[in-house]
């Protein structure tokens, strides 16, 4: 099948390459003149574990390629929206400009029998405006099809994911909206693949309700390891221990810094933004305390290094390992690590930070911190080590050989992903979070 992809930013250049690995003849399409120029090469502006080969391959085998050209989009028979809705300033709502403008761009170029396929994440009402748009102004049709990639894992999640969810009109429109999207997602569907028919509302709700659930369950144990601190209790184990109950399961129990990235948070925020304007205000209010949680915990990674240095850094070395929001990304999008990092500066640190991905995109947003590569370079001569990205060379880093490096053994494990006992067994003084 012929596709466009209208948005070629980290959703839409994943969208865009595995489609074509499945075998579908794809055009990505965005305004941004030197994203599509990398892109044509075969190069991710961005950093996506597996995403560089499939993005090559694709390139090469002549079945995706890329224009800033909305134009290029005729001939599709599917157009799949993939544009950000980044959180508006000085507001909690999403803001839709993006969203809008795709579609309005989308509309000339839109032939009898198309299908128009939202991909990002918009307030739930936004697809019945849009559909009402498309069919004023072409003889195409919209779907809601939300994505559930998650960062690291992104072209797995594409190419094999564990639901596929088709938000469709009512009638006619939406059996041959079906119809376009299981002959796109064949493969997916040959495997089993779970899949929920349902309308637009549902089909918008189903991501934001997702992203709700899923930073309720994280701060909800980083509000454990708040009383945990209080009462001696060891969070880890706690977390364990409920962990066992099949009702709620240990993913996503792991205490520490808490989350961030181009989703969660500013998913959260324009749920509870969409939902007081529906009236509906107090049904999502835990979130506001749920994001207030969030927040909370990098603030106490600050003032456990505090207290850990005298009770206060001024002048002293500290080494922040990692940058980005998670491991396996480049992404410092409201990255706890790099809100860390900069609040400690501010206090007047020698801040000195490593990445193994992170580091450009953290320099061009904040200047002023000190990076290194070397994670030798970055640990030598510190008065204390603060991990706050658990990529696997922090996990697995060698106490002993990092020890020789420093010169106080001082570390505050801001992801509770080191192993206490060995570290103190080396001679350093840990802190964790929620931990004894």
């Known amino acids: ?6 948005g070629c ?6 969208h865009a390459s595995a489609m074509a690995e499945l075998g579908h003849d794809v055009v990505g399409i965005d305004v941004d003149a030197a ?3 990398q892109l044509a090469i075969g190069k991710p502006p961005f950093f996506e574990p597996g995403l560089p080969e499939v993005l090559r391959k694709a390139v090469n085998s002549g079945r995706l390629h890329f224009s800033t050209d909305i134009a290029d989009a005729a001939g599709s028979q599917v157009h799949f929206i993939a544009v950000g809705t980044p959180q508006k300033p000085g507001s909690y709502s999403a803001d839709l400009r993006y969203v809008d403008a795709s ?11 198309d299908l128009v396929v939202g991909k990002s994440t918009v307030p739930v009402g936004t697809a019945a405006r849009l559909a009402e748009l498309i069919a004023a102004g072409s003889g195409a049709s919209l779907a809601w ?3 559930f990639l998650r960062e690291g894992f992104a072209v797995q999640d594409t190419i094999s994911p564990d639901r596929l969810v088709y938000g469709v009109a009512p009638g006619a429109p939406g059996e ?4 376009l999207l299981n002959e796109i997602y064949a493969t997916a569907l040959a495997a089993d693949t779970p899949l929920v028919i349902t309308d637009y509302a549902t089909a918008e709700l189903v991501k934001v309700a997702a992203n709700a659930f899923l930073a309720t369950k994280i701060s909800f144990i980083n509000a454990m390891a708040e009383i945990a601190e209080v009462t001696g209790a060891d969070v880890t184990q706690l977390a364990d221990a409920i962990g066992y109950d099949g009702r709620i399961g240990r993913r996503f129990l792991g205490a520490g810094v808490g989350f961030g990235g181009g989703c969660l948070p500013k998913d959260i925020r324009a749920f509870t933004a969409r939902a007081e304007e529906l009236g509906r205000g107090e049904s999502v209010a835990f979130l506001k305390e749920i994001d207030k949680i969030n927040l909370r915990r990098r603030q106490r990674v600050v003032d456990l290094t505090t207290k850990a240095l005298g009770n206060t850094v ?9 940058l980005s929001f998670k491991p396996h990304s480049d992404d410092v999008r409201d990255s706890p690590a790099l809100d860390v990092a900069v609040q400690l500066r501010g206090l007047g640190a020698e801040v000195v930070a490593t990445d193994p991905e992170a580091i450009a995109n953290s320099r061009a947003r904040h200047p002023q911190l000190q990076y290194e590569e070397s994670l030798e370079n970055t640990l030598r001569g510190a008065d204390a080590v603060v991990l706050v ?3 696997p060379e922090f996990r697995h880093l060698d106490p002993v050989w990092a020890g020789s490096l420093v010169k106080t053994k001082t570390v505050i494990d801001g992801r509770n992903a080191l192993d206490a006992a060995v570290w103190r067994a080396a001679g350093w003084t840990y802190h964790g979070l929620g931990r004894p």
């Open 1 to 6: 099948m012929r596709i466009s992809v209208i």
């Open 103 to 113: 579609i309005e761009s989308l509309i000339p170029h839109l032939a009898d029998g």
């Open 35 to 37: 994203k599509i120029a």
């Open 176 to 179: 041959h909206a079906v119809k």
């Open 145 to 147: 099809n939300p994505e």
């Open 314 to 322: 001024y002048n002293a070395k500290v080494a922040v390992l990692g």
């Open 9 to 14: 930013g980290y959703l839409g250049a994943v």
């Open 389 to 391: 990205t658990e990529w």
